[in-house]
């Protein structure tokens, strides 16, 4: 009687190893799940074990290099813009100061007095702007003057921008006239 | 550096972020790949958004909050950047397409490195035209083999929700291939 259920037993195992050898390993799951969860695969679906899709030899080896590549790109770019910057920002800061030093100085005005008030320097009863003697007035005054007809005060201007403003390529005599609008 | 906690410290030092991010991608790159791809199906367009995924979770490396697992994040991130994609594309095709969906029958037909049997194609044509949100639950259930709670977690959405899903998923599924099968036999 031992020796037909020891048997019986080994039939088993082998009938067991022989469906684990040949039947899909997705369906085994599968099946394992569907009695646990009470899912609902249907039939067809336990026939479908393999991925069938593939990826070009090779792909996985090098996409770290082609990311950090990409991730790196718009940082280069971004030090190399700051850098030139950085460089260009005295050249820009002394070009803006001569440039003003040599407006003031090569713009002969001849009127001596000036309202202290922004306001009435710039009302329409003043007949001749360029008789103005810029040089009585105090700086936060002209500052106000020139920015008066904006609504952004110079606290609000970026130096970057105004950097790029001075640096737009207007000679002397257009930084002057823009001013004067 | 293979604990995704070590990962994580090593991205907080900027001597080590690099290094760090490279296993990280190491680590990650085929699980995401292969979520992407069945999304997405055509392998030129996974590669893509694998590309601006991880680009994401680069730039997105200050925002992560320990809350969520590392995994659970990246998955949810290349999920959102597969739908982004797929309605981006839909929306361009969609004058020359009667139907949203033909598009990924379309990339699934056209992709050179599908070698799928009659069976798998039919299978994948009927993925394709399950709605975005049940078939990304079909395919992260069916081929992933994700767990429903962590599956909740990376769509932000319930279990009980995920299962309705997934059985309406199954359903519609079943009533494609049975409806084409019989030119298959």
């Known amino acids: 009687m ?14 067991e190893i022989k469906l684990f050898e040949f039947k899909d390993v997705k369906a085994i799951y599968l099946n394992i799940m569907h009695k646990e969860e009470g899912n609902i695969e249907p039939e067809f679906m336990k026939r479908l074990g393999t991925n069938p899709f593939r990826t070009p030899d090779g792909y996985f080896d090098s996409i770290e290099d082609r990311i950090m590549e990409k991730i790196q790109l718009p ?13 260009l920002k005295p050249v820009l800061g002394i070009a ?5 030093v040599f407006l003031l100085v090569n713009n002969p005005f001849t009127k001596n007095t000036v309202n202290t008030e922004v306001s009435s320097a710039l009302t329409p009863s003043v007949k001749d702007d360029s008789t103005f003697n810029f040089s009585l007035i105090d700086e936060s005054t002209l500052v106000n003057a020139i920015f008066s007809n904006e609504k952004s005060t110079v606290a609000d201007i970026n130096p970057d921008e105004m950097l790029a403003y001075l640096s737009s390529g207007l000679n002397e005599v257009e930084i002057y006239s823009e001013i004067q609008k | 550096m293979t604990n995704d906690q070590q990962i994580l410290d090593c991205l907080k030092d900027p001597s080590t972020k690099e290094q760090a991010f490279r296993h990280l991608i190491s680590k990650y790159k085929e699980r995401l ?3 992407i791809r069945k999304i997405v199906l055509n392998h030129d367009d996974t590669d893509d958004v694998l590309q ?12 992560f909050r320990a809350e969520s697992s590392l995994f659970t994040w990246l998955y949810r991130i290349a999920t959102n950047e597969s739908i982004t994609f797929l309605n981006q594309r839909k929306r361009k095709m969609m004058s020359s397409l009667t139907d949203e969906n033909e598009y990924l029958v379309n990339n699934l037909e056209s992709d050179t490195y599908f070698d799928g049997d009659h069976w798998q194609l039919l299978l994948q044509q009927a993925i394709a035209i399950l709605p975005d949100k049940q078939r990304i639950v079909f395919n992260m259930k069916y081929f992933d083999e994700i767990k429903y709670e962590e599956m909740s977690e990376i769509l932000e959405t319930s279990v009980g929700a995920l299962k309705a899903s997934y059985h309406h998923a199954v359903k519609k599924v079943e009533e494609y291939v049975k409806s084409h099968e019989t030119r298959l036999d």
């Open chain 2, 52 to 63: 601006n995924t991880f680009i994401k979770i680069w730039n997105g490396l200050d925002s």
């Open chain 1, 2 to 15: 031992k020796m037909q259920i020891s048997i019986n037993i080994l039939k088993i195992k082998r009938t």
């Open chain 1, 75 to 87: 940082e280069k770019k971004k030090s190399t813009s700051a850098g030139i910057l950085r460089i």
């Open chain 2, 33 to 35: 790949y292969w979520h």
């Open chain 1, 96 to 100: 803006a100061m001569l440039a003003l």
